[in-house]
């Protein structure tokens, strides 16, 4: 299953960047551009309803105290200028004419506030790992400089040996190369070039993210956390007062051995605590996509690497012609269906092969 643009990706980018961008793990079995997240969808079928009182459907979302125009948010990727020239303004650019919320990776090269200005719905992404102090001075420069909320990586958020790098390639050596900073150490102050060190131990525990996530909340961040594959980490999270739980293995890239987002939502979903939104992250390439997951229980989906592929190809009309192109599909797929809204579809609306 190929990504949109990615023969124009290739070309743009030479194969050992755009090997890291499709982020094969050292433990694959795959073939090259194969991805177990997308091809998860495959499995899943849709149910039509022919008759229905709904009126014309209204993608609006409510999420996490934001307003989106549609169930659907823009992924983190590290290292934005290494794939277009302005980096990830023409993503931000585009997801804020369209009403779609945009996650930002710390280890962005454009600073926070150049993005937040181009676009106010700008989430920062952090790794939870190195000291919660770190993070700490990170969630308070971040309210400063406009970000939305917050996204926190529990899963996997640093490397405790070295050499398990997505597609053999090492982008902070990369960024290092080109004396470029990130996000990160821009934030904390020391401006090193490259990506912050993190130490793997000690590992985060519930205590220091209910610290992080009321010190967010205290400054009108709602926090998200990311990685969530187990549904026993469901009720920590909501003791911690986390505002949404990313269902993600992170595009497989660290292992290709992790659960499938898609396969645990059922799971995910009735554990979930109320007042819990859950989000799929992965795989995410169609509007049929979004509603199969919305039909699992996800309350929103994240899509990153068909907008990066489009940014490098194209640039921000490649991105705006993607993204306009899923938000189609997910409007015509959710008339289709009968609905209003994705959330309102009857969940025996859908099948798997
Ligand atoms: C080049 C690249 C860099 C990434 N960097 C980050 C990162 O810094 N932080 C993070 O949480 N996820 C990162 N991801 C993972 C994505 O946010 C996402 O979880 C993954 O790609 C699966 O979604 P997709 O199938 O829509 O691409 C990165 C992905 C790519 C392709």
Not at 204 to 231: E, Q, T, Y
Not at 318 to 339: I, P, R
Request: with cysteine; charged share 15%; net charge neutral.
């Amino acid at each position: 299953m190929s990504l949109p643009f990615a023969a124009e990706a290739r070309a743009a980018l030479g194969p050992a960047l755009f090997d890291y961008m499709q982020g094969r793990a050292g433990d694959s079995h795959a073939a090259p551009g194969e991805d177990a997240n997308a091809a998860a969808f495959a499995r899943l079928r849709l149910i039509p309803r022919l008759f229905s009182e709904a009126g014309p459907p209204d993608l609006a979302t409510e999420l996490a105290g934001r307003r989106m125009a549609a169930p659907v948010m823009i992924g983190a990727f590290a290292g934005d200028r290494v794939f277009h020239a302005e980096g990830i303004l023409p993503v931000a650019r585009v997801a804020a004419r369209l009403g779609l919320d945009l996650v930002l990776s710390e280890e962005t090269v454009t600073p926070l506030a150049e993005v937040t200005a181009a676009h106010p719905g700008t989430w920062l992404q952090l790794r939870a790992a190195g000291s919660e102090d770190r993070i700490a001075r990170i969630v308070s420069a971040a309210a400063g400089a406009g970000a939305a909320g917050i996204v926190l990586t529990l899963m996997a958020p640093s490397h405790p040996r070295p050499g398990q790098r997505p597609g053999g390639f090492d982008i902070g050596a990369e960024l290092v190369s080109r004396g470029w900073s990130t996000i990160g150490t821009q934030l904390d102050g020391s401006h090193r070039p490259g990506v912050a060190p993190l130490e793997a131990f000690p590992r985060w525990d519930a205590a220091r993210l209910g610290r992080i996530a009321a010190l967010a909340r205290s400054l009108g961040l709602p926090l998200m956390v990311k990685g969530v594959l187990n549904p026993a980490d469901l009720a920590p999270l909501a003791d911690c007062g986390v505002a949404g739980a990313v269902a993600s293995n992170v595009g497989l890239r660290q292992s290709s051995r992790w659960a499938l987002a898609l396969d645990q939502l059922p799971a995910l979903a009735a554990a979930r605590p109320a007042g819990l939104p859950l989000l799929l992250d992965g795989g995410v390439r169609h509007g049929a996509d979004v509603i199969a997951a919305s039909l699992l229980g996800a309350a929103a989906c994240v899509a990153t690497r068909p907008v990066l592929c489009a940014l490098a190809a194209g640039g921000e009309a490649a991105v705006e012609a993607w993204l306009n192109g899923l938000l189609d599909n997910l409007y015509a797929m959710t008339a289709w269906m009968g609905a209003a809204h994705p959330a309102a579809l009857d969940p025996g609306q859908l099948l798997r092969d």
